[in-house]
């Protein structure tokens, strides 16, 4: 009965973990999503800096749309960088969760060897 009781509250901790496991996979999903809103709108913006600075280039605009391109390469590298943590986070708690699993197997063989 206590055997039981364990492998109950192993699979219930197996199921949570598997919950959290979709949940980081639908935050790395969103995050590819906006990471290639984000890569988008850049090139649409690098679009119109450069149609821009060729218009604009005896006017002092050329720096400023190069700021603001420099200004949206750092934030897309923060976002790159976010998301490779989350990735690495990802991959953690999936480690995590196949040791859980192994675990859970090797008391399951268990139970059936007694």
Not at 3 to 16: F, K, M, P
Not at 62 to 81: C, G, W
Request: avoid cysteine; charged fraction near 35%; proline fraction near 0%.
């Amino acid at each position: 009965a206590e055997l039981r009781e364990r492998v109950a509250e192993l699979e219930a901790r197996l199921e949570d973990s598997a919950r959290q496991l979709d949940a980081a996979g639908q935050r790395e999903s969103s995050l590819r999503q906006q990471l290639q809103q984000v890569e988008y709108s850049l090139t649409v913006l690098e679009h119109r800096a450069n149609k821009r600075a060729s218009a604009a280039a005896e006017t002092g605009r050329l720096a400023r749309l190069q700021d603001e391109n420099e200004a949206l390469q750092v934030r897309l590298q923060q976002l790159q960088e976010e998301f490779d943590n989350r990735r690495e986070e990802f991959v953690f708690q999936e480690s995590k969760i196949e040791r859980f699993t192994d675990q859970v197997l090797l008391l399951n063989t268990s139970l059936f060897v007694d």
